[in-house]
């Protein structure tokens, strides 16, 4: 069984830094691509930043100089590391497949950021 777990959202302050990170289980990583979604109250889910196979990375023109997507596949791993968080970057951050598979979405984890 596949599953993707989140974690290392908080609460922090305009200008801080966090870094969330996707353990894999019941799958090597290493031939898909990954992303990093968000759901900001009241918005629909979005992609934040995606990471092939090969290790190219894109993002959403919001984040882009600020976050940065990586994986680790030996560990079975993908990390969001994200700098100079904005109020706008408020929301539920989810991990999954560079084409994500509605079955395995996680709970998620809430980052908060005060002004």
């Known amino acids: 069984q596949v599953q993707l777990v989140e974690s290392g959202g908080g609460l922090v302050q305009a200008g801080g830094s966090l870094r969330l990170s996707c353990a894999a289980s019941?799958?090597?990583?290493?031939?898909?691509?990954m992303g990093w979604y968000r759901q900001g109250p009241g918005k629909q889910r979005e992609t934040v930043a995606t990471?092939?196979?090969?290790?190219?990375?894109d993002y959403e023109d919001s984040v882009k100089g600020r976050f940065t997507i990586s994986r680790d596949n030996d560990n079975k791993m993908v990390y969001l590391q994200m700098n100079s968080l904005k109020p706008g970057d408020t929301a539920v951050y989810y991990c999954n497949f560079e084409m994500p598979n509605p079955d395995i979405w996680g709970q998620g984890t809430q980052v908060t950021v005060s002004s």
């Open positions: 990471i092939t196979s090969g290790g190219i990375t």
């Open positions: 019941g799958i090597d990583i290493n031939f898909y691509g």
